[in-house]
């Protein structure tokens, strides 16, 4: 917008802004001539000289960091899960790992996660906590997406954990004749029993594959 003013004249120039776009925006006003640089202002007063001015107005959208970070509680490598801003995959995993810090308007944001193949989450529990700027923000609640909320210059860093699943998976011994010690075991772990009634039970994480039964059938047995 350009207008002709009269020389030795004061004049004042403004924009306007709602409360909501001042909310969003850093503002300053910058003049050429000897009219210096002023922030946080929507008017200035002008003093005309002969010389010709130009004023602007400069909107900066205001801004924060959102990262999304995995922990799961178990070791080895996990089933692919992709951490999400508003639904928009920012990292997939299988293992901890983060996002990194993304930067961001200020505003609302929802930082979720989600397993790339949906029935692979049937095997975790999910919790998620949130810090900003270093301080408790969102505490330890179960589920796999948070609403959040980034002001400027804020750093909120939402953690989603993963415990593994695990089911109970039991071998039972039975003697039909003279009991004999016998041992049975889960994978990698072994009992030795000999009494009836003998049985061993391990937990297990969920969706994985083992192995059972017992070490040795003595010679004068039939399995």
Known sequence: MELLIEAG???????????????????TVQCTGDQASQAGVYSRQLDVSTDPVSCTFVNTRKHGTLEIRKDFADPGTQRQIELRLDGATKATLTADGTTGALTVDTGAYTASEAFTTASDGDLYTSTYTCT????????????????????KGDAVVCTFKNDRRNVNVTVEKDWVGTVTPVELFVGGTKKTLSAE????TVAVPAGSSTTLGESTVPSDYDA
């Open 132 to 151: 900003r700027n270093g301080s408790a923000y969102v505490g330890q609640t179960s589920g796999r997406s948070v609403p959040v909320a980034v002001g």
């Open 9 to 27: 004249t004061s004049q004042g120039l403004s924009e306007t802004l709602t409360d909501g776009q001042k909310a969003l925006y850093d503002t």
């Open 197 to 200: 009634p003998a049985a061993l």
